[in-house]
């Protein structure tokens, strides 16, 4: 794509900065998105909250929501007043049990709270400014698919949910009377939606937006080829390979990779960390217990930092102390990015040769569908025990053991053949085609939807 293009058949993506998972959950939309300035680039999504221009009441009103979620995440893991304050804040944002099935359209004080704003003019701005040539408008946050309502948008609204399952928030005040279309990630959040009073009609079950560089079009081969070199790190004893050897070959073709296949990288796990730097003493754990391991080549960690320097700085002070530095010969990786949009980049770059992801189940749970075994971290919020339970059912989700002891039982989950089971249980059952899918919907017009084989 070139720099600079028309606006024919591209769209405005908007999300929010906070955190990753809204940020990340646009990206992939990045080769249709249209910007402010009318041009279509990859750098052209629209951060809600942080936009050229934005009214000094607009940011302040974001920037203190921010501010407070992401001091409440860090606070989280003190001794009591952490989890008790975290409980609090956690409280308004709940999802209902889904059984049993019941009437749940009620607004809650948080979704009142917000329109509240909204008449009186927040986001305003913002939809005036896109009301000058009105485009198809993704949205990957609740509150601006409803500033576009609130506010006459003139375009389709669409809002793109992050989550396998979703709050009260992501349905507006009142469903039954909104036009706005849902982009959802599976079938129990159009079913969900049903419950808040959203019509069927307006939701699309497109499945997760996943980067398409790590997909390699429709025909998977991008894909493919780390699946198959993957799944050869992570079943050393050939014991997953010699059982399932035809759905191997039915999936992955004849060319998957084979015990003792000459790959270019060891064993490799990834472990990020949320937006807010929550659970950075996690991943010292982590590296702590399988230094000898990387120190011997045997191992390579990327520790994910973000965009978070004085995570860097941490992780970077930890591997010199644990005496790394010079002995790990590049296997130990600590991943950085000045920008969002950078660090996604890489981080889609080194999942390509990616064999366990290890993170907490926020939006990352999706990425299961990239063929990649999930060591869930400890949850953060009541959305994520939703995540959590949609990983364990596919069977690409894993809970992680005692981290100090990882060096034991991860050895023992490889020669199992586990991860490797755990690997094509994500290829195999979570969808990973929902960036062509929303394109479809929002560009084409289309019904677009994820395949019956995926049953979650």
């Not at 909204?118 to 609740?142: C, M, Q, S, T, Y």
């Not at 992955?252 to 064993?267: A, E």
């Not at 899918?437 to 994820?450: F, P, T």
Request: charged share 25%; aromatic share 10%; with cysteine.
């Amino acid at each position: 794509m070139s720099p600079k293009q028309s606006s024919n058949s591209g769209a405005y993506v908007v999300t929010v900065d906070m955190g990753y998972g809204h940020q990340r959950a646009a990206f992939p939309l990045r080769d249709f998105a249209v910007g402010l300035d009318g041009i279509k680039n990859e750098d052209a999504i629209i951060n809600a909250n942080h936009y050229a221009g934005i009214p000094n009441t607009d940011r302040r009103r974001w920037d203190s929501g921010r501010r407070l979620y992401e001091r409440i995440s860090r606070l989280k893991n003190l001794p009591l007043i952490g989890e008790s304050v975290f409980s609090i804040m956690d409280y308004f944002q709940r999802i209902e049990s889904f059984y049993p099935k019941r009437d749940l359209s009620k607004p809650t004080i948080q979704l009142k709270m917000i329109y509240s704003m909204i008449k009186k003019g927040w986001g305003r701005d913002l939809i005036e400014r896109l009301n000058k040539n009105p485009l198809p408008l993704v949205n990957a946050f609740f509150s601006p698919a409803y500033f576009a309502e609130e506010h006459g948008y003139k375009g389709d609204i669409y809002l793109l949910c992050c989550d396998t399952d979703v709050s009260r928030a992501w349905a507006p005040l009142v469903p039954i009377k909104s036009r706005i279309k849902y982009l959802v990630p599976n079938r129990r959040v159009k079913e969900r939606l049903g419950l808040y009073g959203v019509k069927s009609e307006q939701i699309f079950v497109t499945g997760f937006p996943l980067p398409k560089e790590n997909i390699g079009g429709r025909d998977l081969k991008v894909l493919k080829k780390s699946l198959g070199e993957r799944v050869a790190h992570l079943d050393q004893d050939g014991r997953y390979r010699k059982k399932y050897h035809e759905t191997l070959k039915e999936f992955l073709g004849d060319n998957y990779c084979q015990r003792g296949c000459d790959s270019k990288h060891p064993l490799t796990i990834t472990f990020a960390v949320g937006g807010a730097g929550a659970q950075r003493e996690l991943g010292v754990q982590i590296l702590t217990s399988l230094r000898h391991h990387i120190g011997r080549g045997l191992l390579k960690l990327n520790l994910v930092a973000g965009t978070r320097n004085d995570v860097y700085l941490y992780y970077q002070r930890v591997i010199k102390e644990l005496g790394l530095l010079k002995k790990q010969n590049g296997h130990v990786n600590i991943l950085f990015a000045e920008s969002k949009s950078e660090y996604f980049k890489k981080f889609n770059q080194i999942l390509l040769t990616t064999d366990i992801l290890w993170t907490k189940p926020s939006e990352l749970s999706f990425y299961a569908g990239l063929g990649l075994p999930i060591i869930m971290a400890p949850t953060v919020g009541s959305q994520e025990e939703f995540n959590r339970t949609w990983l364990e059912s596919t069977g690409a989700g894993v809970q992680q053991e005692d981290p100090r002891y990882a060096h034991e039982w991860l050895f023992d989950w490889l020669k199992s053949g586990w991860l490797a089971e755990a690997a094509m249980n994500g290829f195999l059952h979570a969808p990973r085609n929902g960036a062509y899918h929303i394109e479809e919907v929002v560009l084409k017009g289309k019904r677009s939807e994820i395949e019956d084989i995926h049953l979650l």
